[in-house]
């Protein structure tokens, strides 16, 4: 089964054809980055009018690469949500478009689902896992029974780590997109400078989550104090951040994997891009992890066709009549249900 995919939550829009699920003929992808840069963040209103200026022209691109005219797809997909909402109306309007010329049928993906099955493109994962999304606007601890089963087990209780990591950057001007700029001052800094808070929550019933606000506001804090005496470099101050932001993180998928009996950890999202994780993820004893491609980590449309093709077996066609949700409500239970 040919699927085309079309992803435009937020500020890459991308078109993809993968067949039966792993095979990517083509994944076009295009960033907005250098057109909010001027605010140091996404501008919802900029996203969407991009989205719509260059959606057509990537679709055409992406059938060329994958060497096939539109009529050779058998199923259309575009992430419905969660997301902007200009861009998901954008991509899941123009999906729907494409399935009702061709006479094809249409279905809406879960962008988070999406991410999560991204590193089953490039890896043969068995089942069960412990998955641990982390992207700009979620963090979760996942349990994963298979490709369309699985359940929240763990969430941030208020910002999603890719969130603080863009909120620290844009309050020490550290450059935009704040992630990677956080990772590459980090290279050069010294982790053990600050002893920022950790994220870590006790109680039992929420023993997979976790809390980014504390150490976020005590780094914005020191904001103050750095500029006064600058004998610290912000080097220093992302890589103390990035150490306690990820080390929570690795402890709450460990004790997950110890209290299920499950010896794997699947990373996905766009923050599983950075290279200091994917390292503190490496040497866990007992334990595989699994990263997606580097260039399936942000987002991307082989993500929403590949994992299309799994959830179009089980759940059939989305209706042309659907909407789309800026947020998810009950995205515990949705997943849980499934
Ligand atoms: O999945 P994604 O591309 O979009 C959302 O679904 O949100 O994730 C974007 C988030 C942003 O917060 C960005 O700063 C973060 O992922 N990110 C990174 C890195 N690359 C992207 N965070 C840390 N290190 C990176 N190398
Ligand atoms: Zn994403």
């Known amino acids: 089964m040919v699927v085309l995919g079309i992803e435009s939550t937020c500020d890459e829009t991308s078109v993809a054809i993968v067949r039966n699920g792993n095979e990517v003929l083509s994944n076009v992808v295009t960033s907005q980055i250098k057109d909010h840069l001027p605010w140091n963040g996404v501008v919802p209103e900029i996203a969407s009018r991009l989205h719509l200026k260059k959606i057509i022209h990537l679709t055409e691109e992406a059938c060329k690469e994958a060497h096939c005219s539109i009529n050779d797809i058998d199923l259309i997909a575009a992430a419905n949500r969660p997301g902007l909402i200009g861009g998901l109306i954008v991509g899941s309007a123009t999906g729907k478009a494409f399935a009702w010329a061709i006479d094809k049928p249409f279905i809406g993906i879960n962008h988070m689902e999406a991410h999560l099955y991204s590193p089953h493109i490039t890896n043969e994962i068995p089942f069960p896992y412990i998955g641990l999304l982390v992207s700009g606007g ?25 969130e603080a990591f863009d909120k620290l950057a844009k309050h020490y001007a550290m450059g935009y997109p704040g ?71 690795k402890k709450k998928c460990i004790s997950a994997c110890i209290d299920y009996n499950i010896n794997r950890i699947v990373v996905a999202g766009g923050v599983s891009a950075n290279f200091y994780l994917r ?42 009549t659907s909407g789309v949700s800026a947020r998810v409500s009950g995205f515990k239970i949705s997943l849980e249900k499934k």
């Open 138 to 162: 979620h963090t979760m601890i996942v349990l994963a029974q298979s490709h369309t089963t699985f359940s929240v087990i763990g969430t941030t209780i208020d910002d999603a780590v890719g």
């Open 279 to 320: 390292h503190l993820f490496s040497d866990i004893p007992d334990i595989t992890t699994y990263f997606p491609d580097i260039k399936y980590a942000t987002d991307n449309g082989a993500m929403i066709a590949g994992y299309a093709y799994h959830t179009f077996k089980e759940n059939g066609p989305t209706p042309l």
């Open 179 to 249: 992630g990677p700029s956080v990772e590459k001052l980090a290279l050069t800094g010294d982790e053990s400078t600050f002893d920022f808070p950790t994220s870590n929550l006790h109680k039992s019933d929420r023993k997979y989550d976790v809390s980014y606000s504390g150490i976020k506001t005590a780094a914005i804090n020191f904001l103050e104090k750095y500029l006064k005496k600058e004998t610290y470099t912000l080097n220093d101050i992302a890589a103390s951040f990035q150490k306690r932001a990820f080390s929570v993180l």
